[in-house]
T-cell receptor, first 113, second 112 residues
């Protein structure tokens, strides 16, 4: 299967700071990538669709000014959590289609103190 | 609203038994169906994909699709303790959307 990487795998930050998470498709190109969030013992929640060269599409209830998404190239999408607060602590996962199956990155665990 | 429903679980089976996981979906135009396995603290990994009615087998795993009944299932034969995980059913809708709609998952425990 295709490979998606994420960096960092874990991050701990102080409340009020911003955190950037990178998602890379290593062996395929992705015009669209997806960002999910998962709280403990809960199901995956799609946050937004990242579109190469254009604005991201956010799901209802997701603050676009808080979760900044940039899809700068066909292999890189970034999610920046701005002014992070403890309630943003979660497992963030990205994914992309290659080509008929959606593959997931290993996830980034964010802890906001 | 497109929905995917799974057995609420948890499901517990003895080692060596067949585990049966079920999923129904609401969008009749759906074309692509996937089963993902998610271990605790990890991201989902693809187990099976299925696109046409009938059975599709891969090793100990068999996916079954019935579009008329809007039903997808996953059978795991000779279940092993390492199969213990949450299994997610996902459906891709017809048309331009590339989103996957996920069920809430069924937690499977295989007891040695």
């Amino acid at each position: 299967g295709a490979v998606v990487s994420q960096h960092p795998s874990r991050v701990i930050c102080k409340s009020g700071t911003s955190v950037k998470i990178e998602c890379r498709s290593l062996d395929f190109q992705a015009t669209t990538m997806f960002w999910y969030r998962q709280f403990p013992k809960q199901s995956l929640m799609l946050m937004a669709t990242s579109n190469e060269g254009s604005k991201a599409t956010y799901e209802q209830g997701v603050e676009k000014d808080k979760f900044l998404i940039n899809h700068a190239s066909l292999t890189l999408s970034t999610l920046t959590v701005t002014s992070a607060h403890p309630e943003d602590s979660s497992f963030y996962i990205c994914s992309g289609w290659a080509p008929d199956t959606q593959y997931f990155g290993p996830g980034t665990r964010l802890t906001v103190l | 609203q497109k929905e995917v429903e799974q057995n609420s679980g948890p499901l517990s089976v003895p080692e060596g038994a067949i585990a049966s996981l079920n999923c129904t979906y609401s969008d009749r135009g759906s074309q692509s169906f996937f089963w993902y396995r998610q271990y605790s603290g990890k991201s989902p990994e693809l187990i099976m994909s299925i696109y046409s009615n009938g059975d599709q087998e891969d090793g100990r795993f068999t996916a079954q699709l019935n579009k008329a009944s809007q039903y997808v299932s996953l059978l795991i034969r000779d279940s092993q303790p390492s199969d213990s995980a949450t299994y997610l059913c996902a459906v891709k809708a017809q048309g331009g959307s590339e989103k996957l709609v996920f069920g809430k998952g069924t937690k499977l425990t295989v007891n040695p």
